[in-house]
């Protein structure tokens, strides 16, 4: 039995401590893809310090970002202060499509599945065979396919598929093979 899962990526970056005086300051951010972002400051300080966010939290993290400009000023209270500036990018949350399925009617991994397609309402999906000849099309609304064409169920073999994010938009798209192994 093939168990299915959801891969979160995670992509962390860290700035260098800022330092003067007993006064250092370390910003991490976690950006996900398919999530929003978060962000922390590390303090180090021979006195007690205050920290403010963009966004207006008080907080040494903040949760919940989406894409944009942000900055940190963290203030001690020998007034000595620092501003970090950062960008949360915008990660694309792409589709992530199974390399083989067994449609074989014993009711374990009968259909081709791709995965985060809800995030893609617009998509288009062609499916073609060695010869380039199309057997498989679907779009707006994924229902897992069958490996079937005309209501034919296909041979063993390798099938392309392309599948476009969105169809007025034919420049964002992915493409790769998928396997029918009975």
Not at 130 to 139: D, F
Request: aromatic share 14%; charged share 15%; with cysteine.
């Amino acid at each position: 039995m093939i168990k299915y899962y959801y891969t979160i990526i995670l992509f962390i970056a860290s700035y260098a401590a800022l330092k003067s005086q007993n006064f250092s300051v370390t910003l991490n951010k976690v950006e996900r893809e398919c999530g929003l972002a978060q962000a922390s400051v590390s303090v180090i300080s021979s006195t007690n310090y205050t920290v403010s966010w963009s966004n207006g939290s008080i907080l040494n993290s903040i949760n919940e970002l989406e894409p944009g400009e942000y900055s940190v000023n963290i203030t001690n209270s020998q007034n000595n202060d620092t501003t970090i500036y950062f960008t949360i990018e915008k990660l694309i949350c792409e589709p992530i499509a199974q390399n083989h399925f067994t449609p074989n009617g014993d009711g374990f991994n009968d259909t081709w599945n791709i995965q985060r397609l809800e995030n893609f309402p617009d998509f288009d999906l062609y499916v073609y065979n060695r010869w380039g000849q199309q057997v498989h099309h679907q779009m707006n609304q994924y229902i897992p396919w069958d490996g079937s064409s005309l209501n034919i169920p296909l041979p063993d073999a390798t099938y392309y598929y392309v599948l476009f994010f969105s169809k007025s938009d034919k420049k964002n798209f992915i493409k790769g093979d998928i396997s029918i192994i009975k």
